[in-house]
């Protein structure tokens, strides 16, 4: 199983919908990041949560919501979505208590926005 | 806004060795410059990091000029399994908050 599990992989929702985004991970890393791509850009941060209780907003939140239900699960939603969200998504852990490891990252989820 | 720059896209024959170039010359000095890699939509994979030292792993080489304004990673004999997006990213290291700022990398292909 790999380390970081992105679910769906894939998904085509409609204008206004809500939808959730679910990231799971067996690393035992506190540290969770929520990330954007579009096509032909690098990755844009847009939540992180450095353990249960602490949630902080990344460059790019606004139309998005998070939740950090344990340890191992970092959720992103969608409360309406739009069609300028559509991008592929990727879910990173870290932990940075161990000195200057690197981000672990899921395989992506692809949202598309009709 | 990302702290590096880099290329947009760079080719390699296969077997030879590939130097990707970076320049961060606003670097400071608790910073590390990390190296990710993309390969076609995947989620990135962590190559390598350094400080100041020059550093090796099973994947690649990383050279830092002596004033951390620059570095180089290298791939010592590319494959066709190579081609993707390189990123170059300084951030502080351990226990820091910062986080990964991605910008758009480099393109590399390698040629057959």
């Known amino acids: 199983d790999a380390d970081v599990t992105q679910t769906p992989r894939n998904r085509i929702t409609k204008t206004g919908k809500r939808i959730m985004l679910e990231c799971s991970q067996t690393k035992g890393h506190d540290r969770m990041y929520w990330y954007r791509q579009d096509p032909g850009l690098g990755l844009r941060l847009i939540y992180y949560s450095f353990d249960v209780k602490d949630i902080n907003k990344g460059e790019i939140s606004d139309g998005y919501s998070v939740s950090r239900q344990a340890q191992a699960k970092f959720s992103l939603s969608l409360e309406s979505a739009i069609p300028n969200q559509t991008a592929l998504y990727f879910c990173?852990?870290?932990?940075?208590?161990?000195?200057?490891?690197?981000?672990?990252f899921g395989s992506g989820t692809r949202l598309t926005v009709v | 806004d990302a702290k590096t720059t880099q290329p947009p896209s760079m080719d390699c024959a296969e077997g030879r060795a590939a130097n990707l170039p970076c320049n961060h010359s606003t670097i400071s000095g608790n910073e590390y410059v990390y190296w990710y890699r993309q390969i076609h939509s995947q989620g990135p994979q962590y190559i390598i990091h350094g400080l100041k030292n020059n550093e090796t792993n099973e994947m690649a080489s990383l050279i830092i000029t002596e004033d951390r304004k620059s570095s180089t990673l290298i791939l010592p004999h590319a494959t066709l399994r190579d081609t993707a997006v390189y990123y170059c990213i300084v951030r502080v290291g351990g226990g820091a908050t910062n986080k990964l700022i991605f910008g758009t990398g480099t393109l590399l292909a390698v040629q057959p």
């Open positions: 990173a852990t870290s932990d940075d208590r161990v000195a200057n490891y690197g981000y672990t």
